[in-house]
């Protein structure tokens, strides 16, 4: 309850409470210290004019009288007196005191015998300052009369220090060195007035604070008190828009969820249906695109009215976002009646829709799925609703009930996923169930294997041989392409180095996602492996797609450069279908153009015409800027034999050889390819090779030298 009690609690009440606590504590500070410092001041006032009354009483008394103490003579009495009279009614008693603490001298005539505060006297005798006190002095004819006066006054004991008015004269022997203290003066003012200016100070400095800290208070309350009632405002504002649909006023995806959690409970309690309509506008792209967005926020107000107006009192209408609408049926009877509130929602959309003064037909797709038949809770509820629309959307099929046999996404693809996961990290002892096939790379003038491109493959414990394209997008999706990516490079580079200490040394080309190359993670890894396993670093060849380059360039370039400085080749996969410009090629550290397949298939019997044109642009743009050419999917000896004739200088594919594990490799007796570059000194083109044997082509075509084509 004391937690209740504080959540209670508003802004203004709680700001009320803090803030009168907080100036009521500054204010009471403001006072005190203003009453100390005018306290201190009076006080220091009197201490100065005591000083005076003592210089002035003390100039007509000898030495030896402090000295030899006893009681001033009349004479000297008298004169200490005239001394002293300008002081006037302020000055309300002088008394001196010798150095063992005896009276000489007291203007209160009724006085003549006293002691002197020891404590006091003794630190000013000691400390040569004056010592003040403000006491209460009461003075008449008793104590308990009528004629006593009673008032505050300051008692201030002034140290007496020797000098020379008081030496002159003197008979004394040894006399007192000058400025030596010999006795104090006990000097008594009248503290009553500046007591009385004080609390007069005091009191109009306490109104002005008070005031000023009032009237401080009132606006910072306004301010708050204004402040959190905009706040509440607002507050309730968002809460009602976090629930609604701003441009169509419906329910909103989060009250949407609301609502079907608590029809789910009531269902499951009564052994009823829930039934649940996702549709959206075919084509919608379209009409923002053609008719701008404010037409299209006109039609979705249109839909949601015709929606709203044609439906049961309990069903639901939400938008949740775009052209997607949703339609709750807290009971429906049967999924066959759920498919005919469907068709009866999809014929709402029959009349045309009046855009101003164009009319205008939509068409919708509607998907149903039912709670039991299609689910068990609310959010799988919402996925096979989707499932079922993009069902009707794909067959064109207007409406759709779901179906598990349409139904290829979320369970399966998170066991695959989960699948993967293990696949990547096998346990000690357990089979490998990725594992990389190698497809030769042939040298279409003669005819040698002169590489291998490296092609990962999943040996599934239960579905088999899974191809690159089943499981390379779940892992881009998923992040997990960082780990495959780390998986075959470290497969590779083992194997090139196994090869490489049986006598072979054929290059290995591997494909770099374009997730893998966007960081210099991958520059680093591979860094790594190859300094980890001793390989040259030209017996390794990384692949990137065309896209991926165009995607971020300013991130992959600087990647590539790195690759391309240690010596590692750097392939453009599926080139021709990007829009990778003249410019970008000219600039790019690449050594290979790897041409698509779809071109490559076009020159076969029942080609496109024209493709051998095509290719042939390719290659002499390639060859411009000494860049070797590599056809991928050559599956007929005349295309072959078109490519060899349009320059290119190699080939893969089913002609060849399919992808094989290393053990099925034919030999290979091809030495590793020449490394195409630039020289820093004069930007001509060199060649970078071992001291292996083989044939060494040296570039056909000058290549324009660039600066930023290495990272040092």
């Not at 164009?358 to 096979?384: E, I, K, N």
């Not at 290719?615 to 000896?637: N, T, Y």
Request: overall charge negative; some cysteine.
């Amino acid at each position: 309850m004391p937690g209740a009690a504080r959540r209670r609690w508003s802004l203004t009440r709680y700001f009320a409470v803090v803030s009168i606590l907080a100036m009521a504590a500054l204010g009471v500070a403001l006072v005190w210290v203003t009453w100390s410092v005018m306290g201190d001041q009076a006080i220091r006032d009197g201490i100065n004019a005591a000083e005076s009354v003592q210089t002035y009483a003390t100039a007509t008394v000898p030495t030896e009288s402090f000295v030899l103490p006893d009681a001033l003579s009349s004479a000297e009495a008298a004169a200490v007196e005239v001394a002293t009279a300008g002081f006037g009614d302020r000055l309300v008693e002088l008394r001196l005191w010798a150095q063992d603490g005896s009276l000489m001298y007291s203007s209160a005539t009724q006085t003549t015998t006293a002691f002197p505060a020891g404590d006091r006297l003794d630190r000013v005798m000691t400390t040569r300052t004056p010592d003040a006190q403000i006491i209460t002095d009461v003075r008449g004819v008793s104590l308990s009369s009528d004629q006593s006066t009673e008032r505050e006054v300051l008692d201030v004991y002034v140290p007496v220090a020797v000098d020379d008015t008081m030496t002159r004269g003197s008979t004394l022997s040894p006399m007192p060195r000058a400025h030596e203290i010999v006795g104090a003066a006990e000097v008594m003012l009248d503290h009553t007035d500046a007591s009385t200016a004080l609390a007069d100070a005091v009191r109009t400095v306490s109104v002005v604070v008070v005031l000023g800290l009032v009237l401080l208070w009132m606006l910072l309350f306004r301010t708050v008190f204004t402040t959190s009632r905009r706040l509440q405002a607002t507050a309730l504002e968002n809460a009602r828009l976090a629930l609604l649909d701003s441009l169509t006023g419906l329910p909103n995806r989060r009250m949407l969820a609301d609502r079907m959690r608590r029809a789910i409970l009531e269902a499951q309690e009564t052994g009823s249906r829930v039934g649940l309509m996702l549709l959206d506008i075919d084509r919608f792209k379209d009409i923002n695109d053609s008719l701008g967005h404010d037409r299209g926020d006109e039609l979705l107000e249109q839909v949601a009215e015709r929606l709203r107006g044609a439906l049961r009192d309990d069903d639901i209408v939400a938008r949740l976002g775009g052209d997607e609408f949703a339609i709750l049926l807290p009971d429906v009877r049967s999924v066959a009646n759920a498919e005919r509130l469907a068709r009866r929602v999809r014929g709402l959309f029959v009349p045309p829709f009046m855009l101003g003064e164009l009319p205008l037909h939509v068409d919708t797709s509607v998907g149903v799925a039912c709670l039991p038949d299609h689910a068990t809770d609310a959010s799988s509820l919402m996925r096979t609703a989707d499932v079922a629309m993009y069902a009707a959307k794909h067959h064109r099929t207007g409406v759709s009930v779901y179906s598990s046999d349409e139904d290829d996404s979320s369970p399966a693809r998170l066991v695959l996923l989960g699948d993967l996961h293990r696949a990547l990290t096998p346990a000690e002892g357990e089979p490998r169930e990725l594992r990389m096939h190698y497809q030769p790379k042939i040298e279409l003038a003669t005819g040698r294997t002169i590489g291998l491109e490296a092609l990962v493959r999943w040996v599934h414990p239960t579905r088999g041989l899974l191809p690159p394209n089943l499981f390379i997008p779940l892992a881009e999706q998923s992040g997990l392409i960082h780990d495959v990516t780390r998986y075959v490079l470290i497969e590779c580079i083992t194997q090139l180095a196994a090869w490489r200490a049986q006598g072979r040394a054929t290059p290995v080309a591997v494909n770099l996602s374009a997730h893998d190359v966007t960081t210099p993670a991958v520059v680093e890894l591979i860094e790594q492996l190859l300094d980890e396993h001793d390989v040259p670093a030209d017996l390794l060849e990384v692949e990137i797609t065309e896209t991926a380059l165009v995607a971020d360039p300013s991130r992959v370039v600087p990647v590539l450069e790195r690759l391309s400085a240690l010596g590692i080749r750097v392939a453009i996969d599926d080139f021709g279908i990007g829009s990778t410009s003249i410019s970008q090629l000219r600039d790019l550290p690449v050594d290979e153009l790897k041409i698509d397949r779809l071109f490559v298939s076009d020159l076969g019997n029942g080609g496109r015409e024209g493709s051998d044109v095509l290719v042939q642009a390719m290659v002499d743009l390639a060859h411009s800027f000494d860049l070797q050419v590599v056809a991928e999917g050559v599956e007929d000896v005349g295309t072959a034999a078109i490519l060899q004739r349009l320059g290119v200088d190699q080939a893969q594919g089913f002609l060849y050889s399919k992808a094989v594990p290393p053990d099925d490799l034919p030999p290979v007796d091809a030495a590793p390819r020449p490394r195409r570059g630039r020289s820093r000194a004069t930007g001509s083109v060199v060649v970078a090779h071992d001291d292996r044997p083989g044939p060494v082509r040296l570039a056909r075509h000058p290549r324009p030298p660039r600066a930023d084509n290495t990272i040092e």
